[in-house]
């Protein structure tokens, strides 16, 4: 879930990308809810224990 993107490099090792190109790509990234199957931006989901969530509604689901 937290993985990251491979550096992405031209023939001539150039980056393709910038770092911050990257990051907002990564930012943009759907993931899915562990508890309800939604899938939200990794920006706006919650991380824990290294399972996603969409709200803290469906967190606090999980934990309990």
Do not use: M
Request: proline residues 2%; positive net charge.
């Amino acid at each position: 879930i937290t993985g990251r993107f491979p550096s992405l490099t031209t023939g001539n090792g150039k980056k393709l990308y910038r770092d911050e190109e990257r990051e907002k790509i990564e930012e943009d990234t759907l993931i899915e809810c562990d508890k309800c199957g939604t899938f939200v931006t990794y920006k706006e989901s919650i991380i824990t224990k290294g399972k996603a969530y969409c709200s803290k509604e469906c967190l606090n689901k999980a934990q309990s």
